[in-house]
């Protein structure tokens, strides 16, 4: 495969942002061969800007991120970042990523200093370790996705039980549990860690709607001729203590889809089945004509 169509492996390389104002950073745009640019690179490299003002107590909490139009693969990516709200203890900022004029996405990233008080969390479901779990250059080699696979270099993707059916309550289609780390070691910074989880949790959603449609995991391109995708928004809510370079279990469900338009989200867990994140989405889901 050309050199142009890899991804970056190095994550930590991919989030280092350029200055290029005051508040203004440059990223280099991932590689990944897709017709657009990846949701996750987006998302994390405006996680990055908008940390580049917080002090270093300040950790971001929460994203939500409107793509309004797709973005060019090989381009850089220029960040604005807007101070919404700046206190002793939070702070909230709107970054908008842009190539050229085109506005391609906007977020809006709440950040806030540790805290004690309420606290629950939903447990980890049951799931099989990452190496008891499927890596999914195989299951993508089966489905018609190997090019794709064969460009991506970041992240280490395996599936957990991908032909078996699992049933909650809480999802309309069976939900899908995927194994994710990326392939390069992380600086020791809390902003790459969230950085990373980010760009991890916009993988597989899609995946995910169609897999209670007739389409396994890793099958999506084998079909593509029957199905068209893209995402709408993402949200992000992360646990205080977030590390993004080992195995995460994403556990991915479809609680509604209605018409052209599906609701997808992921709950997060580390591999002592502590909560990392939990992720939605909406995406933009049709039959090909």
Known sequence: MPEATRSQADLGAL?????DAADTWVGESDLIPLPQLF???????????????????QQVHSVHTAFLRGGTVGEPVRYVVTELVTGRSRATRRVDALQGDRLVCSSLLSADVARTGIDHARPAPPFDPPSASVPLTELADDGGLGEF?????????????????????HSGVPPTH?????????????VLHRAAVAYASDLMLLGSVLAG?????????????????????????????VRGDDWLLFEHTSPLAHGSRALVQAAVFDLASQPVAQVAQEALVRRAR
């Open 213 to 241: 449609h007739g389409v396994p995991v890793g099958h999506e391109r084998t079909l593509a001729e029957e199905w068209w995708g893209v995402s709408l928004d993402h949200s992000l809510w992360f646990a205080p203590d």
């Open 149 to 169: 696979w064969d460009g991506f270099e970041a992240i280490e993707v395996r599936v957990s039980r991908p032909r078996e059916v699992w049933s909650v309550p």
């Open 39 to 57: 949701g996750g690179q987006l998302v994390a490299q405006s996680i990055v800007a908008a940390s580049h003002g917080l002090r270093s107590e």
């Open 15 to 19: 989030f280092s942002l350029t200055k």
């Open 178 to 190: 995927v194994w994710m780390r990326p392939t390069h070691p992380l600086p020791d910074d809390p």
